[in-house]
């Protein structure tokens, strides 16, 4: 089955500063690359997503990277802000009936 | 109701008691997963569900735990004889169909205490 790993599982930034935060995945039939944060006592969401015949999505301040031949992709946060801290989760997922696996976490502190 | 609803929202038992957690996804909602969330960790993969295939199975931790999902659409996971390393969140989530890039809805989650 699909493995997930993410790094760095903290991360601290000054306010202002980008944050990126990396993954790597070891299917390579996954073609479905979710982000979902989760602020602290609440459920995670999700923020942006990346499919496998797209390199690069942005959404404002976010955007993700997807090298399908390292099979990696990557979060980047531009101009943090202190609401950004929080947990952020990557995953992966295949085509069909099958689950979506997450990596372990990264919990990102935005110090104002 | 308009999201996913998990009950109840806090449990603690006795160690060698059984649970159930129930989780009642969005209506419409072909696929339904738990996922578990020790304090400070990931989310760990338990169960999927997928319309009328059969469940992966493949994240349970042992044969203490199982899962139904009736009719479709309510689910139980069901932890037998439990034990302190069971205590965690038990997250819900579903979403719309076997599509590979539907998002999950998230419940709030049943927090778990084994004493």
């Known amino acids: 089955g699909e493995n997930v790993e993410q790094h760095p599982s903290t991360l601290s930034v000054q306010e202002g500063d980008s944050a990126v935060i990396k993954c790597t995945y070891s299917?390579?039939?996954?073609?479905?690359f979710p982000w979902y944060k989760q602020e602290l006592g609440k459920r995670p969401q999700l923020i942006i997503d990346?499919?496998?015949?797209?390199g690069e999505k942005k959404d404002q301040r976010i955007a993700v990277t997807l090298n399908k031949t390292a099979k990696h992709f990557s979060l980047h946060i531009t101009e943090t802000q202190p609401e950004d801290s929080a947990v952020y989760f990557c995953?992966?997922?295949?085509?069909?009936?099958?689950?979506?696996?997450f990596g372990k976490g990264t919990r990102l502190s935005v110090i104002a | 109701g308009a999201g996913v609803s998990q009950s109840p929202s806090n449990k603690v038992t006795e160690k060698g008691k059984d649970v159930e957690l129930r989780c009642d996804p969005i209506?419409?909602?072909?696929?339904l997963y738990w996922y578990r969330q020790s304090l400070g960790q990931g989310l760990e993969f338990l169960i999927y569900f997928q319309g009328n295939s059969a469940p992966d199975k493949s994240g349970l931790p042992s044969d203490r735990f199982s899962a139904e999902r009736t009719g479709g659409s309510v689910s139980t996971l069901t932890i037998q004889r439990t034990q302190q390393e069971d205590s965690a969140v038990y997250l819900c989530a579903s979403s719309k169909g076997a599509r590979a890039t539907g998002e999950l809805f998230f419940g709030e989650g049943s927090r778990l205490t084994v004493l």
């Open positions: 990346i499919r496998s015949n797209v």
């Open positions: 299917d390579s039939a996954s073609n479905y």
């Open positions: 209506s419409g909602h072909t696929a």
């Open positions: 995953a992966a997922r295949r085509t069909g009936n099958t689950p979506l696996v």
